[in-house]
């Protein structure tokens, strides 16, 4: 399995932007699946986005329209583009490679959307 590590979270006010980054230890060319998830304390992790190595991209109602996926197998990272942030889109976001039930997770980044 690889070993992954999220970048980018941080402070934004409501309708600003952030993107982050989940770079992999080892490729992530046969890893059909990749995606984001996130949790909010006394919460289940939910899934933000998800993106197959055909370029098939699944998103939450909740971020449709506004978070965007991505993948570079080349540099063995995957993206997620978020606009039009909302207080309530607020959690740890984790990458995840292969699937929630045997796949890898990372160690999280904070996103925080507030005034």
């Known amino acids: 399995q690889v070993q992954l590590v999220e970048s980018g979270g941080g402070l934004v006010q409501p309708g600003g932007s952030l993107r982050l980054s989940c770079a992999a230890s080892?490729?992530?060319?046969?890893?059909?699946?990749m995606g984001w998830y996130r949790q909010v304390p006394g919460k289940q992790r939910e899934l933000v986005a998800t993106t197959s190595n055909g370029g098939r991209a699944n998103y939450a109602d909740s971020v449709k329209g506004r978070f965007t996926i991505s993948r570079d197998n080349a540099k063995n990272t995957v993206y997620l583009q978020m606009n039009s942030l909302k207080p309530e889109d607020t959690a740890v976001y984790y990458c995840?490679?292969?699937?929630?039930?045997?796949?890898?997770w990372g160690q999280g980044t904070q996103v925080t959307v507030s005034s």
């Open positions: 080892g490729s992530i060319f046969s890893i059909s699946v």
């Open positions: 995840n490679a292969g699937g929630v039930l045997y796949g890898s």
